[in-house]
């Protein structure tokens, strides 16, 4: 698999148009592209079948986080528009994610629908020790946190977890080599870490064994995303 199939370039605008047309400019350097809440909630699901109809894979990042009935029937919905992947968070709870497997999985046999793969959503990227001991009151480390969600969604039967680049070998160590990590948090060495804490460049999230890295603004907001991932191209592929 190739570091560009690996890619997942975060779509991260309000308006249909401008999500298309970079799914247009950029659809042969990424994978997957991600629809979060600003586009979703704009947009609606017909992006994504704008997106699909440009035989483009979509992670629907919407990160489900409510009661298992309602999660379920959220997640069935989700594997009906046909995305690649969606997540959940996994401090809904075992249960909530279990159902909302299960769910998908019956839909997909009944329907003959290809299988999301369903991720949960651990510490999100921009927490840190701070917030999670002062804010959050949960008084272990982040890293002790991770790895017990990340166990969790294991033992729930997820495909893999949303973590951060400083976790990646922990999870794979702790959960085995084929459960999934996607990637946020990512920044290029000549872009400033704006709202995310627990960032890594590309090469190292990829390097430390990422399945798949998320990245929005370290190309989107460049005055040249073509020639930024060029450069992220070229730093990767360098010994
Ligand atoms: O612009 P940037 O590369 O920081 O964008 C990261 C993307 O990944 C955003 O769309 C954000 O919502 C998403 N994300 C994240 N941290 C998570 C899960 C998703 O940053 N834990």
């Not at 047309?21 to 704009?42: H, N, R, T």
């Amino acid at each position: 698999m190739s570091w560009k199939e690996k890619l997942i370039i975060a779509l991260d605008v309000s308006d249909a148009k401008q999500a298309l047309g970079i799914v247009d400019m950029l659809g042969d350097y990424a994978g997957v592209f991600k629809v979060g809440f600003e586009l979703f909630v704009s947009a609606g699901p017909k992006v994504v079948e704008e997106i699909h109809k440009k035989d483009k894979k979509v992670f629907l990042d919407l990160k489900f986080h409510d009661i298992p009935n309602t999660v379920s029937k959220a997640a069935v919905a989700a594997a009906r528009l046909g995305v690649y992947m969606f997540n959940v968070h996994t401090s809904g709870g075992l249960e909530m994610m279990k159902r909302c497997r299960d769910s998908v999985a019956e839909l997909c046999l009944k329907e003959n629908i290809q299988k999301p793969k369903i991720i949960g959503v651990t510490a999100l990227t921009s927490l840190d020790n701070e917030i999670l001991k002062n804010e959050l009151c949960i008084q272990h480390s982040l890293k002790t946190h991770v790895k017990h969600l990340a166990s969790l969604a294991l033992k729930s039967g997820l495909d893999g977890v949303v973590a951060s680049p400083h976790e990646i070998s922990m999870i794979k160590q702790h959960c085995g080599k084929e459960f999934l990590v996607v990637i946020p948090g990512i920044r290029p060495s000549w872009v400033p870490p704006d709202d995310q804490r627990r960032t890594a460049t590309p090469k190292e999230a990829l390097r430390s064994g990422a399945d798949y890295i998320v990245m929005g603004r370290g190309i989107l907001k460049q005055e040249d995303p073509i020639k930024a991932l060029e450069l992220i191209s070229l730093e990767i592929l360098t010994a």
